[in-house]
């Protein structure tokens, strides 16, 4: 997304955040302009995306209200490509937001310290 404007554009996030608060903070840096790219399971995507109703267009209205303007990739974290690409995403990342237990991103080697 290169045509982005505002105050963050040029900013990548990458977003592994899930259901509210998180997706709701990288919701505003994308407002912003940053280039936000959520990152969701394959198959459910965020759990957010089913729960409603209410819905619009087959999404959850409770979804969208808190993940406009972003792009949603998946990956399987558990899955050895798809946790290379992730790697490679947060890497290139100005910042990486996620909201997992303690533990969680350090044991896929994705830590803060990774």
Do not use: C, Q
């Amino acid at each position: 997304m290169t045509d982005r404007t505002g105050a963050l554009s040029g900013v990548v996030i990458a977003d592994f955040s899930r259901v509210l608060a998180a997706p709701y903070a990288t919701m505003l840096l994308a407002d912003l302009g940053a280039e936000v790219i959520k990152i969701e399971r394959p198959g459910t995507g965020d759990d957010t995306r089913a729960w409603g109703p209410p819905h619009a267009d087959g999404e959850a209205v409770y979804f969208r209200s808190v993940n406009r303007n972003k792009r949603s990739i998946t990956l399987d974290l558990a899955d050895p490509d798809d946790l290379a690409a992730a790697k490679a995403l947060a890497d290139r990342a100005d910042v990486v937001v996620e909201n997992f237990r303690p533990g969680t991103m350090a044991r896929y080697g994705l830590g803060y310290e990774d």
